[in-house]
Nanobody, 124 residues
Framework: QVQLVESGGGLVQAGGSLRLSCAASGRTFSSASMGWFRQAPGKEREFVAS????????YYSDSVKGRFTISRDNAKNTVYLQMNSLKPEDTAVYYCAAALSDYIGRYYSRYDYWGQGTQVTVSS
């Protein structure tokens, strides 16, 4: 069992930065890949970024590549999403997810555990 709790969301102006954190509980965290997804009102959940259990491979959506960075600290059971050069279209609820299979793709059905989400709002 893995429980995930996101934090770090908030209101920021366009061009600003935020760092999201996802704290995990459970002994399987260090062997699970982690992903970040987001969902804006009226839209489907969208893949943002993912990272393997070792941190050796990372995967980003085209919409955030070059602006967002995913990282993890297995000693702290935490995964991060550093978001720079934020745009109004980045506004959404951001969710972290864990995949016990070490899957790092974009299909949310392949992730086994989800957090409750944290709101990110970017004003223009």
């Amino acid at each position: 069992q893995v429980q995930l709790v996101e934090s770090g969301g908030g209101l920021v102006q366009a061009g600003g930065s935020l760092r999201l954190s996802c704290a995990a509980s459970g002994r399987t965290f260090s062997s699970a890949s982690m992903g970040w997804f987001r969902q804006a009102p009226g839209k489907e959940r969208e893949f943002v970024a993912s990272i393997t259990w070792s941190g050796s491979r990372k995967y980003y959506s085209d919409s955030v590549k070059g602006r967002f960075t995913i990282s993890r600290d297995n000693a702290k059971n935490t995964v991060y999403l550093q978001m720079n050069s934020l745009k109004p279209e980045d506004t959404a609820v951001y969710y972290c997810a864990a995949a016990l299979s070490d899957y790092i793709g974009r299909y949310y059905s392949r992730y086994d555990y989800w957090g409750q989400g944290t709101q990110v709002t970017v004003s223009s």
